[in-house]
């Protein structure tokens, strides 16, 4: 997902841009669970094969191999343009945070910058983001806002296959290259994938 960078270069780049070589280059979550083939494999669930740890995923408490959960589907790459920086940490046990901010920064990469423009004139924006630190799937689980038993497409839990979160937030301010949001769920270190206009916004200009 990222370039190899170092010592050197990382003197010169920014600090957003720090922070998404880090977070991009950390362990994969869930290597130290399952059969270890090696110091880098582990062994599916379903098929019995040694694969990359990068390529399974855990789910209900099995490691089950990417050729397995897609079939032959192909991946994509999607580069982080950003990251959020707050004081809010994952609750353990639980879906919920630990702690929330009033107030979020998302810290975009200077190249961002162009594509800022009046940006601060909009009050309502939807952010894309990749939940980093995502745990193991279950596939029945109550879900926090009712208590109801559903399947994870039914639900708003962090733990899900796509690690990928969307939502709507209110634009405090823009310094910068940095935006000021609230009403944002992510915890601090999440890569941001993506912003649009909020659909509060697209309904009040139908309106």
């Not at 990068?54 to 050729?67: F, L």
């Not at 630990?98 to 998302?106: L, V």
């Amino acid at each position: 997902m990222s370039k190899c960078i170092s010592e050197q270069d990382l003197a010169e780049v920014s600090p957003c841009e720090q922070e998404i070589e880090q977070l991009t280059s950390a362990p994969v979550q869930g290597m130290n669970r399952g059969i270890l083939m090696d110091s880098s494999t582990l062994e599916c669930d379903r098929c019995g094969g040694s694969v990359d740890a990068r390529q399974i995923c855990i789910v209900d408490g099995a490691h089950i191999c990417n050729r397995c959960m897609y079939g032959d589907v192909k991946p994509f790459e999607i580069y982080p343009i950003g990251v959020v920086r707050n004081e809010q940490e994952r609750a353990s046990p639980g879906f919920g945070l630990a702690d929330r901010s009033t107030q979020s920064r998302i810290e975009l990469l200077p190249t961002q910058a162009a594509f800022l423009y009046k940006i601060e004139e909009e009050t309502s924006l939807t952010i894309v983001y990749y939940l980093h630190e995502a745990r193991s799937v279950r596939s029945l689980f109550h879900r926090g806002l009712d208590g109801k038993e559903v399947g994870v497409f039914a639900s708003r839990t962090p733990d899900r296959l796509s690690k990928i979160a969307i939502q709507e937030v209110t634009l405090a301010k823009v310094e910068g290259s940095t935006l000021y949001v609230e009403g944002l769920d992510a915890i601090d270190g999440s890569p941001v994938l993506d912003i649009k206009l909020g659909r509060r916004a697209i309904n009040m200009n139908r309106n």
